[in-house]
């Protein structure tokens, strides 16, 4: 215990928790809160799915349902989906390039609990009877203080804002920890694909997530302080925040699905026993799919009034981006192809998204034709449309991956069968529920309807919609089950696990210790754990002689910095100066704190360091 003097206080138990900055740990918070969130936002949509289930139904009233669907489509997206990207890059990414942790691990906490206290300040609204309902895109001027002047909006507007810290420090942090914490030899070109998909997605939210925050800042104003930003009458404009919105709102469908893609390269070349077909094509698909992806939002607006000439741009700009999709697309199934697949819960999941989502992306071609998108927009259409690439793409991908790296996370195998009977109830479930939708859309059943009337042609179609709903609702039950079960088993998964594991992550044990590499491997290739093992060799060769790990502290600090926020949030929303300034000064002096008192963090010595070259 010889040079390294700094004595640093190490918690146990719930305290671990809250002062972990530990990748790791952090990723298994971001599984449980974003799991939560999937289960609150699943349950609205299931509450919405029985209000539908046939016409002139009174299961809620038009308020409720009004709340129903902002609450579902905005804790689905901003506090579910990404999340369970976030548990799935903070468990694996640093594993993959051969890190001990990401560039900032401080900020790494720092980002979970702003999202966590920003997703609690929204969801509190179901309890202040103030929830918001003016749809996940808060339009205004129905969002405005004009015609909507209770609380719930502001709950949005500032939940939001608190959250987004959170993704924009996580965005920050993986593409400094991508650009400088790779292992000695691991050059861009040999990086595994889930990587580069997490590194080109960080890039998006450093660019989109500042765009959203100004809108969500210029909507507090109005609402808040009575500005004008969105208010015609007063010389603003309501197309504004359209604009501000999806020009984040379409990057973030690419936040979300562009590491799913990432986890679909990874699992379709384990489970093929090949190698990736087309990697550099695959590269080069995601950068301009995000490229391409800042050059559409105005498909979202095609019904505004922007023009033929604007409207024609961003209808081919939007139908450009299906050529690198299909690049992808037809990689994975090259992938495939020859190889001598395995199927598991987490290849059958990803097999399953692959014609999945290819329906969600031509309806989608569909949608980009303007003269078109004139019946489509705002019908079930567009419903349908983007569950496809949503929870057809997104959720489809993060089973995948929750399937194939929980023994990496946990020690644990999932159970094979469960995981089989949560695919097929899913996979049914799901295409049962927003297949129909379509027809429902080109029947003309508007969405954000709270009831419809009989003999439409949309009752046999909305029953099965939600007969199919319930069937997703049994898959997440299964789900969970297998979670349990599991938990309950010895923990003793292989480090590699499945037997076939391609990149580093399956170098070291399941889960890794505390320091991930005892010695930092040497990559001398593309896969290169399987380069390793093709070569007979049981280990990764080292880049560095054993010795002394330095580890960072544990920190209070960033719990009680969202605190702060979320304190002012309150503050802010019912007018109480003393409590927005108050929350404010918490944040502020702990910022203060964490800048004077250099973290020289701790060091894991040799011996304490578990036996076995990288074990
Ligand atoms: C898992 C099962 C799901 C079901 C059964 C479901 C069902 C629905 C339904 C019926 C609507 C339309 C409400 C209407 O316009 O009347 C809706 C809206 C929406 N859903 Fe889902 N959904 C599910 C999952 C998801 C997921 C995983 C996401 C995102 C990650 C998502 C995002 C949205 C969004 C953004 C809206 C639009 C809300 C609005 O109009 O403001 N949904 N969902
Ligand atoms: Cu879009």
Redesign the pocket.
């Known amino acids: 215990m010889a040079a390294h003097a700094h004595k640093v206080k190490r918690y146990h138990g719930l305290l671990d928790w809250l002062t972990t900055v530990d990748h790791k740990k952090i990723g298994i918070l971001y599984l449980l809160a974003g799991g939560l969130f999937?289960l609150v936002?699943?349950l609205e949509?299931?509450l919405?799915?029985i209000q539908?289930i046939k016409p002139m139904n009174n299961f809620v009233g038009a308020d409720t349902?009004n709340e129903l669907?902002?609450m579902?489509?905005?804790t689905?997206?901003f506090l579910?989906?990404m999340p369970l990207l976030f548990a799935l890059m903070n468990a694996v990414i640093p594993l993959q390039i051969g890190a001990r942790d990401v560039a900032f691990p401080f900020l790494n906490a720092l980002g979970f609990w702003t999202f966590f206290f920003g997703g609690l300040l929204l969801n509190i609204s179901w309890f202040a009877g103030n929830v918001p309902d003016a749809?996940?895109?808060s339009y205004v001027p129905l969002a405005s203080p004009t015609y909507n002047s209770g609380h719930g909006v502001d709950y949005y507007v500032l939940g939001l804002q608190i959250a987004g810290i959170g993704t924009l420090l996580g965005g920050v942090n993986f593409m400094a920890t991508i650009i400088n914490m790779r292992a000695p030899g691991m050059s861009f070109m040999r990086m595994p694909m889930f990587a580069w998909t997490i590194f080109i997605t960080s890039a998006l939210i450093v660019f989109a997530f500042p765009v959203l925050t100004v809108g969500l800042v210029a909507l507090m104003f109005d609402r808040l302080f009575q500005a004008n930003f969105f208010e015609t009458a007063s010389g603003g404009s309501a197309v504004l925040w359209e604009h501000v919105f999806w020009v984040f709102g379409h990057p973030e469908v690419y936040i979300?699905i562009l590491p799913a893609f990432g986890v679909i390269s990874e699992v379709v070349s384990t489970f093929a026993r090949k190698r990736l077909f087309g990697y550099s094509s695959m590269v080069f698909a995601t950068v301009l799919i995000a490229f391409l992806g800042f050059m559409v939002w105005a498909h979202h607006m095609f019904t505004t009034g922007l023009g033929p000439v604007a409207n024609a741009l961003f209808s081919i700009a939007t139908m450009l981006i299906a050529v690198p999709t299909g690049v992808k697309v037809f990689n994975w199934l090259f992938t495939l192809w020859g190889g001598s697949i395995r199927f598991t819960a987490a290849s059958m999941f990803a097999i399953g998204f692959i014609p999945t989502f290819v329906m969600g992306g031509v309806t989608g071609v569909m949608l980009a034709v303007a003269p078109a998108d004139y019946q489509y927009h705002d019908t079930?259409f567009v419903?349908g449309h983007?569950?496809y690439v949503?929870?057809g793409g997104?959720?489809f991908s993060i089973f995948a991956g929750l399937h194939y790296w929980w023994p990496k996370m946990f020690g644990r195998m999932l159970n094979e069968w469960i995981g089989k009977l949560t695919f097929w109830t899913f996979f049914i479930g799901?295409h049962l529920?927003f297949f129909v939708?379509h027809f429902l859309g080109l029947l003309g059943m508007p969405?954000?309807?709270w009831t419809y009337l009989p003999n439409q042609g949309f009752d046999t179609m909305n029953l099965i919609?939600t007969i199919?709903?319930f069937l997703?609702g049994v898959a997440?039950i299964a789900f969970l089950v297998n979670v349990v079960v599991t938990s309950a088993k010895p923990r003793n998964a292989k480090a590699d696990a499945w037997e076939d594991g391609r990149s580093l992550e399956w170098s070291i044990p399941s889960p890794p210790p505390e320091y991930n590499f005892k010695q930092l491997p040497l990559v001398r290739g593309f896969d290169a754990w399987w380069k390793e093992k093709m070569e007979g060799h049981t280990e990764m060769t080292p880049a560095e002689p054993p010795g002394p790990i330095h580890m960072p502290s544990p920190s209070f600090l960033p719990l009680i910095m969202s605190i702060g926020l979320f304190i002012a949030g309150f503050g802010f929303m019912y007018d109480k100066l003393y409590l927005a300034i108050g929350g404010i000064a918490v944040t502020l002096f702990c910022m203060f704190l964490r800048s004077v008192f250099d973290d020289h963090g701790f060091h894991i010595e040799e011996e304490e360091q578990e036996k076995g070259v990288h074990a």
């Open positions: 999937f936002g699943g949509a299931i919405i799915r539908l349902f669907i902002t579902h489509g905005t689905m997206i579910a989906a749809g996940w895109t979300l079930y419903v983007f569950h949503i929870v997104l959720v799901f529920t939708q969405r954000r309807v919609s199919g709903a997703m997440t």
